[in-house]
């Protein structure tokens, strides 16, 4: 059974970065599409990026604009998203997902095609 675990969400203040990480105890990660999607208080949860499961491959949702970057390390079993430049628009809970329909695919911008989620890291941004 795939859990996945998300880390390093916290508080910070307009402009500051971080870096989230995400793993799973099974060590199940380093064949499948994974990626990253957040949700607001009162708004609809959004994509923010997606991997292949090579990591050479990588999508980004617009609002990104060169300020986020994923990647992973299939050797440790983990994946990030450096988050930069933050915004308090920003602010969310970031959820960790991965595709273990498409062994060796690639990432999608669609929540529907992610089959395992995990948990969310808390992201606050303070202007």
């Known amino acids: 059974q795939v859990q996945l675990v998300e880390s390093g969400g916290g508080l910070v203040q307009a402009g500051e970065s971080l870096r989230l990480s995400c793993t799973d105890s099974e060590r199940t990660l380093n064949t499948f599409p994974m990626g990253w999607f957040r949700q607001a208080p009162g708004k609809e949860r959004e994509f923010v990026a997606a991997i292949s499961w090579s990591g050479e491959d990588t999508l980004y949702a617009d609002f990104v604009k060169g300020r986020f970057i994923i990647s992973r390390d299939n050797d440790r079993n983990m994946m990030y998203l450096q988050l930069n430049s933050l915004k308090p628009e920003d602010t969310a809970v970031y959820y960790c997902?991965?595709?273990?329909?498409?062994?060796?695919?690639?990432?999608?911008?669609?929540?529907?095609?992610?089959?395992?989620w995990g948990r969310g890291t808390q992201v606050t941004v303070s202007s």
């Open positions: 997902v991965l595709d273990s329909a498409r062994t060796y695919g690639l990432g999608s911008p669609s929540a529907r095609q992610y089959t395992y």
